[in-house]
């Protein structure tokens, strides 16, 4: 598994991170894509590092990454491409966090669209819980899998967009009941007349959420 590269930000207080806030990319997009949020969200959490990772495969397109190919969207090829995503995001997750020297729980995981997809996977299915996830405009892959796999209770955010012609609201519906048929705590936001997309309604959430998990 190639190992992941990132673009970091921050902390912006100056001093040793004491916290790490991943960001994950759509399809398509890059680590550029995100980054722009870290400045904004310090402004919760100022002791953090921000990075924001590119997906392990190049999207075919020939611009941007995905973290798996959706050329084929049955149940268990998208599963098996989740698996694939989250191996790497775990590895990259072990490493930075041993690079910065910060304890194992000492995280947070943020995607927007297949990032979404691919941090709500990763990040319940991991034995040290993030203080939170962050998923905007997203899906749970193999939701029946969930209640055997599940390695903790992290606190999850789901924003999306009413309006959303790309992926449905109604995939972060689905995700909210069967997050909270499972004992996660669930706080989600259903954006009136947005597409794809994070507007200033997500991006007070997120802050907030931030907030409350680094407090």
């Not at 894509?33 to 959490?45: F, G």
């Not at 995905?66 to 050329?71: A, D, H, R, Y």
């Not at 390695?151 to 009941?177: I, Y």
Request: charged letters at 15%.
């Amino acid at each position: 598994m190639p190992e992941l590269t990132a673009l970091p930000w921050g902390p912006a207080s100056k001093a040793t991170p004491r916290q790490l806030v991943v960001l994950c990319h759509g399809l398509g997009a890059d680590r550029y894509d995100l980054i722009d949020l870290a400045p904004t969200w310090s402004q919760a959490c100022p002791d953090a590092l921000f990075v924001a990772v590119d997906a392990p495969q190049p999207h075919p397109s020939g611009f941007g990454r995905q973290w798996w190919s959706v050329e084929d969207r049955t149940p268990a090829v998208m599963q098996a491409g989740a698996e694939a995503a989250a191996e790497a995001l775990n590895g990259f997750l072990d490493a930075e966090l041993a690079r910065q020297g910060l304890p194992p729980e000492a995280y947070a995981l943020m995607g927007f669209s297949q990032g979404a997809m691919t941090v709500l996977y990763t990040g319940l299915r991991r034995p040290a819980a993030p203080r939170a996830i962050l998923a905007f405009s997203g899906a749970l892959i193999a939701p029946e899998t969930l209640p055997d796999a599940l390695a903790n209770h992290a606190p999850v955010l789901l924003v999306h967009g009413e309006a959303d012609e790309v992926v449905p609201a109604a995939r972060s519906r689905e995700a909210e009941t069967v997050l909270r048929a499972a004992g996660v705590p669930v706080e989600a936001t259903y954006v009136p007349r947005l597409g794809h997309g994070i507007d200033d309604t997500g991006l007070a959430m997120g802050a907030l959420a931030l907030q409350r998990a680094f407090a």
